[in-house]
């Protein structure tokens, strides 16, 4: 099969990391007999500073037209004075946005390997943990009325938090149907007891649950889960959330498997079409030296080829080299925590995992 990739490697550590998942898909491609074409995309500040727009009309159509696109990441300290509608970020919305991408996937489990790294009390994670965060992601107060006024003090800024059954509804069916091929169990977080918003969506997650009797449905308050997460995240399975509490507690969950260099993600919608990138920024204090991680980038690959092109031994492939790797002992400066292991560069680790597949 032949599969159309659009790559949109970003800023900061964003090309070095897309370029080793590259290498791994090419590899792939190679041992089951598929063609990846990658067409390349300007997104984020490196658009900014080659065209003035964050998201140029050609990097959506590009992105509209391929069969799924892999992201690195965006933004860093050079473009962190212009205004929000013309900064890095607003790109990676913009883009979610477009291609109607509002499931997003953000696995997080501890390697056995990486016990060591995981920050938390040995007794505490002693069997592990596997959760799945899917995050909302075209909704919330990253998409509501936002602006300036004048208000009782004087100049004032103001975001909304805004929420349709409908939006509720179809990542609410996501969580579910996640559960369903996991351990049965989704938790729904949200700010119940203070938030409107939340209310609406304590009350649809719960209509929607009836349709999955099978499922054990728990409700959560954002506050109180950011604390269980630490004491006891081996109690999650599937998490339910908005946009903005999505991604707090997704950089969380990632430091307790002993690094957001770890993170993957897939980004969703109706159609096969997805778009896949590591939970984690352009880390401009590594960028351009050969030291991030590209496992996250990587395993965000992998779950392209499950997700849009239903190639799971393909997947699989990707993922146990990673576990060997890890297994061996091979750390990039992220993972080495007090083990005095000496660190491999991005490359190193991405040969790594190349010679396992
Ligand atoms: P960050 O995730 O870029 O970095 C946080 C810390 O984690 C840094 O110390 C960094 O070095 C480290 N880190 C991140 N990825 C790593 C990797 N693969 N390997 C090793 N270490 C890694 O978050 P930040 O510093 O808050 O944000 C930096 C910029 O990235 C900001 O402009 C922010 O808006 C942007 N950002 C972009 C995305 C995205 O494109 N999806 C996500 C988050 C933040
Ligand atoms: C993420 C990032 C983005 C988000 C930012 C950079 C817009 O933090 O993908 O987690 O908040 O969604
Ligand atoms: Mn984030």
Not at 56 to 68: N, R
Not at 176 to 195: P, Y
Not at 331 to 343: F, K, N, Q, V
């Amino acid at each position: 099969m032949v599969y159309n990739i659009a790559l949109t490697k970003g800023d900061g550590i964003g090309p070095e990391i897309v370029d080793s998942a590259v290498r791994v898909l090419e590899k792939i491609g190679k041992k089951y007999g598929h063609t990846f074409n990658f067409s390349s995309y300007l997104l984020g500040g490196c658009a900014i500073d080659a065209t003035g727009a964050p998201l140029p009309e050609e990097t959506v159509k590009g992105c509209l037209e391929s069969d799924s696109v892999l992201l690195g990441a965006v933004g860093g300290p050079k473009w962190d004075s212009l205004p929000g509608n013309i900064r890095p970020e607003k790109a990676l919305l913009g883009i979610r946005e477009a291609m109607g991408l509002y499931t997003n996937l953000r696995p997080a489990r501890l390697y056995p390997a990486l016990s060591e790294e995981c920050p938390l009390r040995r007794d505490i994670v002693k069997d592990g943990f596997d959760l799945l965060i899917v995050r909302e992601l075209t909704g919330g107060i990253y998409f509501g009325e936002r602006g300036y006024r004048d208000g009782r003090y004087g100049e004032e800024a103001y975001d909304t938090e805004r929420y349709s059954r409908l939006e509720i509804e179809r990542i609410a069916r996501a969580a579910f149907e996640a559960a369903r091929k996991r351990r049965g169990k989704v938790t729904s977080i949200d700010k119940a007891n203070v938030l409107e918003t939340s209310r609406l969506w304590r009350k649809t997650v719960h209509e929607v649950a009836a349709d999955y009797p099978d499922v054990e449905i728990a409700d959560m308050l954002v506050d109180n889960a950011a604390m269980q997460l630490v004491k006891n995240p081996a109690q999650f399975d599937v998490i339910v959330t908005s946009n903005m509490f999505g991604d707090i507690l997704s950089d969380e969950a990632s430091q307790i498997t002993g690094s957001i260099g770890m993170l993957p993600s897939a980004s969703l919608g109706e159609g096969r079409r997805g778009l896949y990138e590591p939970i984690h920024g352009s880390a401009p204090d590594i960028a351009g030296k050969n030291i991030a991680n590209p496992i996250a980038t990587i395993l965000s690959a992998a779950m392209m080829l499950r997700y849009s092109f239903s190639l799971s031994a393909e997947a699989e492939n990707i993922e146990s080299a990673v576990d060997s790797v890890l297994n061996e002992g091979v750390r990039t400066a992220d993972i080495i925590g007090s083990s005095g292991i000496s660190p491999v560069s991005t490359v190193e680790m991405t040969d790594r995992i190349l010679e396992k597949i």
